[in-house]
């Protein structure tokens, strides 16, 4: 192949770049989701991100990396698909619980070792599902067709047949999941290849919807986000705007009401309300309430919140917070940045971060929107490296969840 898989991370290394930390990494790992063609999302992968992994230390990274980790933090009720080592595949080490079931990846290398195909086939009588890695037909790849699940192609490798490893494996009755769809002309291509299913970004799977202006709802929604990230926050105008949108009113003081915020009392007064939650969870609600009519699945909300608290970690403060959920909120309704730009009056740093990714605030959106891409030459572009990244991304993903579900309480 001409380049590793963006699933390969465990078996390559990446230079640091120049936020690198000095110290020796911990295995983390990313999380990729693999979508159809309406965004509906089939599982997620969760790959180990490990700059500088010796090879026989591999295995019991990956061991110890599944060993401490609640799988459900990162994939709530989906499957998950991680990466196995021989000892998984020959049934000595135990596959981590997940309610959404667990699978496994498999490296190309398994058809090499001899015992591959007879632990291939274990894992088929023992239900578990596998998604073979880097297909190419390859010898011994297609014998083991009737015993995986899915197979992965990496539709970004040049000469590949790519439309002809599709109908091989989909005349086997495996299912396709294209990897490293990349460019704006990258989705489309994978699926005139026939493929099943596209790993990366739940937005990078949608056709390209026709921009359209804001309605009155939506300029009194950014509205509000413009005076929570003024410099000094005028609760009682916000309380003015949110007055005027019952729905929005009730669902601000069932917020911050809710077990979730523990308050010793009910609070009746919106200005009180505003105040308790404070800019960060009163901005997600009130972007929450604009997509919500929008939003097919808990998935959309969740991605969209995570790439926003991704921002923020890598950057350290609430600007980033804005440009990552901006960003995405652009990407979930059609509105174009500078519409949002326009209306919200963000400052011209932010401006310049989501119109052009330029900055500090630009390189790391473009950072956290590379790595929901899976695509590895990207993030190391903006001069983060990937496990920073994925660090961050893992940080953001938990409390994301959590804020999705008490905004959209069962």
């Known amino acids: 192949m001409s380049h590793p898989s963006s699933l390969s991370h465990a078996d390559t290394y990446a230079a640091p770049a120049k936020h690198a930390s000095e110290h020796a990494p911990t295995p983390v790992f990313s999380r990729l989701a693999i979508v159809d063609r309406r965004r509906q999302v089939l599982a997620y992968a969760l790959p180990i991100v490990t700059p500088s992994l010796e090879p026989e230390h591999r295995s019991e990274a990956l061991h110890q990396a599944y060993r401490t980790v609640d799988l459900e933090k990162y994939v709530a009720d989906r499957p998950a698909f991680i990466w196995s080592s021989p000892e998984m595949l020959a049934g000595e080490e135990s596959i981590p619980p997940s309610s959404g079931g667990v699978g ?3 490296h190309p290398s398994i058809v090499r070792r001899a015992d591959g195909a007879e632990n291939v086939i274990a894992l088929r009588e023992r239900r578990v599902p596998s998604i073979l890695v880097d297909f190419a037909d390859e010898p011994g790849q297609r014998a083991l067709l009737p ?8 539709v970004s490798v040049a000469d590949l047949d790519v439309p002809g490893l599709v109908q ?8 396709v999941i294209a990897e490293n769809v990349q460019g704006k002309l990258g989705p489309a291509q994978a699926w005139s290849f026939g493929v099943d ?3 990366g970004s739940i937005y990078q799977h949608t056709k390209p919807v026709e921009a359209r202006a804001l309605d009155a709802g939506e300029i009194q929604c950014l509205e509000v986000v413009r005076l929570l990230s003024a410099p000094e926050v005028d609760t009682g105008r916000i309380a003015e705007v949110l007055s005027s949108d019952p729905e929005m009113a009730v669902r601000v003081l069932h ?7 523990g308050l010793p009392q009910r609070v009746d007064s919106l200005h009180h309300a505003i105040v308790m939650l404070g800019p960060t969870r009163l901005t997600t609600l009130v972007m929450a309430s604009l997509i919500s009519s929008r939003v097919q699945q808990m998935d959309a909300l969740w991605f969209l919140l995570a790439r926003a608290a991704a921002c923020r970690e890598l950057v350290g403060d609430d600007t980033g917070y804005t440009v990552g959920l901006l960003s995405a909120f652009s990407e979930e309704t059609g509105i174009p940045v500078h519409v949002l730009v326009e209306k919200a009056l963000v400052s011209q740093e932010v401006a310049a971060a989501l119109e052009s990714m330029e900055g500090p605030l630009g390189e790391t959106l473009a950072a956290v929107i590379a790595h929901e891409q899976g695509d590895s030459a990207a993030i190391a572009a903006t001069g983060w490296t990937e496990e920073q990244v994925a660090r961050a991304y893992l940080t953001a993903l938990p409390w994301a969840l959590e804020t999705v579900r008490q905004l959209n309480p069962a």
């Open 104 to 106: 496994l990846l498999l």
């Open 147 to 154: 015993f995986v699940t899915h197979v992965m192609i990496d």
């Open 168 to 175: 091989i494996a989909q005349n086997a009755g495996v299912s």
């Open 197 to 199: 299913y596209i790993m």
């Open 255 to 261: 917020l911050v009401n809710s077990v979730a915020i």
